[in-house]
């Protein structure tokens, strides 16, 4: 099992930086394919950027160049730097950890909202 705890949200204007963190759980951590998602009210949850063990990194059109994502495996913790926030960037963002056995993200955390003022 692996338990996940975001943190670092919060009200920003627009322009602005904030920094995600996620604490995981577990000694599997630096095993496994990390991703950032994010759920804007009324929309659906969308991936926003992942990062695998080896720290190779994948992300959506509309935040690259953005959004950095990283890890720090001797801490157990994932991270979203979040540069040059927009309004539409407002949503609850979660962190999860992809399975071993199946092509899914099976855990979550509980999310950290992220609003950002115009």
């Known amino acids: 099992q692996v338990q996940l705890v975001e943190s670092g949200g919060g009200l920003v204007q627009a322009g602005g930086s904030l920094r995600l963190s996620c604490a995981a759980s577990?000694?599997?951590?630096?095993?496994?394919?990390m991703a950032w998602f994010r759920q804007a009210p009324g929309k659906q949850r969308e991936l926003v950027a992942e990062?695998?063990?080896?720290?190779?990194?994948n992300y959506a059109d509309s935040v690259k160049g953005r959004f950095t994502i990283s890890r720090d495996n001797a801490k157990n913790t994932m991270y979203l730097q979040i540069d040059r926030l927009k309004p539409e960037d407002t949503a609850v963002y979660y962190c999860?950890?992809?399975?071993?056995?199946?092509?899914?993200?099976?855990?979550w955390g509980r999310g950290t909202q992220v609003t950002v003022s115009s």
């Open positions: 999860a950890a992809r399975s071993f056995s199946r092509d899914s993200y099976d855990y």
């Open positions: 577990g000694p599997t951590f630096s095993r496994r394919t």
């Open positions: 990062i695998v063990s080896g720290r190779s990194t």
